[in-house]
């Protein structure tokens, strides 16, 4: 059976990685490109592979040797069947009572992928990178015409064409890419409890939402997506951190993200932490940014620790300053708070005891 559908290469156990790109930066088990060679873990990955719509639950690929496997990352389905109807399905077996992933009515496709987890994590348990083919140019398995017919497009091609078929392909896509990529926090953070029950674990993460925005540190592209971090079983807590400075975000900006992080925690049932924030010194933000801003220290760090005393969320500032090591004064970075500065009375000692007294 041909299939020439939209693919995206993922890589069992950890993560997504998308052919052509190939930063030296990627994680451990991700696989790369250099010219015309994939690569793994610093060395030429040459495989032999295979095709399995029903991946197979056990070691006996491996033990033929193949390395990667190309698998359905799809199946749509009208909810009901229309006699006649758009698309004919293929004839063995696919439009009936098995898993479905995206399930179409009333123009609208509903999208659940858990049970792939399933084939994630037997690709992950033996080692097998993982090619997901996303939807197909056949009727087989839906495909296509499954988000074509129900937007109310005509022709096969109009796939292509239509905002509404793109748009709810995305929908798609981003659902599948999203459950994924987080497995390399999964499996570190289960590592790292499988030898240690007692400490708390979490992401350290800057605490970037994936959500729809248009706004870089809501919409996913800085890479995390806080919210499916947190629900991770072996997340304990969340963590995020604040620059307006480096981000040329605002300082009302900031008070919204530090709010919309605790309401996530309450949402999820797990603590956040205000892990870093920072406000630069006037000098500081002149050197580095070559601007001035009005605000001073004292007033806009009281705004954040405010919010996190009504929302009893702990924080951490960025970053401790004392001035009496026998050296003298540690480093100051632009955000150093010295004990011995005026500014340190409301923002370090008298924050510390309203936060230690709630
Ligand atoms: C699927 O649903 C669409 C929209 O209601 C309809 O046009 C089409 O005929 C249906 N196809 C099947 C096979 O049920
Ligand atoms: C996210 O927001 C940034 C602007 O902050 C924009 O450039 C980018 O295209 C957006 N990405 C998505 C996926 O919406
Ligand atoms: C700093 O900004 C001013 C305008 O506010 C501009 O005239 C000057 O060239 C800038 N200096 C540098 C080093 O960019
Ligand atoms: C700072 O205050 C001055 C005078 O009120 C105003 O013109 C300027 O726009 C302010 N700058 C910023 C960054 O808010
Ligand atoms: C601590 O350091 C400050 C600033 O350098 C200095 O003024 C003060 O005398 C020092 N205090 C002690 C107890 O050494």
Redesign the pocket.
């Known amino acids: 059976m041909l299939f020439n559908s939209l693919t995206l290469a993922l890589l069992a156990g950890n993560a997504l990685a998308l052919p052509g790109n190939s930063k030296p930066s990627k994680p451990k088990g991700f696989v790369t490109t250099s010219g015309t060679k994939f690569k793994l873990d610093g060395k030429d990955f040459n495989f032999a592979g295979s095709n399995a719509y029903y991946f197979p639950f056990d070691n006996a690929p491996k033990k033929a040797g193949l390395k990667v496997f190309r698998t359905w990352g799809f199946n749509e389905k ?1 909810a ?3 006699a006649g ?3 004919q ?1 293929g004839s063995e077996g696919a439009g009936g009572t098995e898993v479905v992933f995206q399930r ?1 009515a009333d123009g609208k496709g509903t999208i659940d992928i858990s049970a792939f987890d399933k084939v994630v994590n037997a690709a992950a348990n033996t080692g097998i990178k993982l090619i997901l083919t996303l939807t197909n140019n056949w009727a087989d398995y839906g495909g296509m015409d499954v988000y074509t ?2 937007v109310g497009g005509v022709y096969h091609d109009d796939f292509y064409r239509l905002a509404k078929t793109k748009s709810a392909y995305k929908k798609y896509v981003k659902a599948i890419v999203i459950r994924y990529k987080d497995k390399w926090y999964d499996e570190m953070s289960s590592f790292i409890r499988s030898h240690d029950k007692n400490h708390l674990i979490t992401s350290g993460t800057e605490g970037g939402f994936n959500q729809v925005s248009d706004d870089w540190a809501y919409n996913g592209s800085d890479g995390g997506d806080f919210d499916a971090e947190l629900k991770l079983k072996n997340i304990d807590f969340g963590t995020f951190h604040s620059y307006p400075d480096w981000w040329s975000k605002t300082v009302e900006w900031t008070n919204q993200w530090i709010k919309d992080h605790a309401a996530s925690g309450r949402n999820i049932g797990k603590p956040v932490v205000h892990e870093e924030y920072g406000w630069l010194t006037p000098e500081a933000r002149m050197t580095h940014l070559n601007r001035t801003e009005n605000a001073t220290r004292v007033e806009v760090i009281s705004q954040w620790q405010a919010i996190s005393l009504k929302e009893k969320m702990s924080d951490m500032y960025w970053q401790f300053g004392f001035s009496n090591y026998s050296y003298g004064r540690n480093n100051n970075d632009g955000f150093t708070i010295y004990l011995d500065e005026p500014e340190a009375q409301p923002l370090v000692f008298q924050h510390a005891e309203a936060m230690n007294k709630l």
């Open positions: 009208n009901t069947y229309i109807g758009l698309p399905y179409w017919v129900n």
